[in-house]
């Protein structure tokens, strides 16, 4: 069984950076995409970033695109949200995805794609 745990949320003032961090175990998920999604209360939970198994191909909700990076590191099983210029609508749980699927070359966005999911980490930007 695949578990993800995020870490790295936190407390921001508008206009810093966080870092989130997502570690699987149970298996390696290096041929797995894998996604960052989050949730604020009342709303959905929404696609933030993605990425191929093999990092080739990264995808970006447009709210945060150019903002935040998506990276992952195979060899530790490991996938990391690098968050820059933060904005107070930023706040909310943010959750670690992996999709069951191997080998698959797009990104998808859509939350029903994933199959495993992390517990999230509160990220808060105050002003």
């Known amino acids: 069984q695949v578990q993800l745990v995020e870490s790295g949320g936190g407390l921001v003032q508008a206009g810093g950076s966080l870092r989130l961090s997502c570690a699987a175990s149970?298996?390696?998920?290096?041929?797995?995409?894998m996604a960052w999604f989050r949730q604020s209360p009342g709303t959905e939970r929404e696609f933030v970033a993605g990425?191929?198994?093999?990092?080739?191909?990264?995808y970006y909700a447009g709210s945060v695109k150019g903002r935040f990076t998506i990276s992952r590191d195979n060899a530790k099983n490991t996938m990391d949200l690098q968050m820059n210029s933060l904005k107070l609508e930023d706040t909310a749980v943010y959750y670690c995805?992996?999709?069951?699927?191997?080998?698959?070359?797009?990104?998808?966005?859509?939350?029903?794609?994933?199959?495993?999911w992390g517990q999230g980490t509160q990220v808060t930007v105050s002003s």
């Open positions: 149970g298996r390696t998920l290096d041929r797995n995409g």
């Open positions: 990425i191929t198994w093999n990092g080739f191909t990264t």
């Open positions: 995805a992996a999709d069951a699927r191997t080998f698959v070359g797009s990104v998808y966005a859509r939350r029903g794609e994933y199959e495993y």
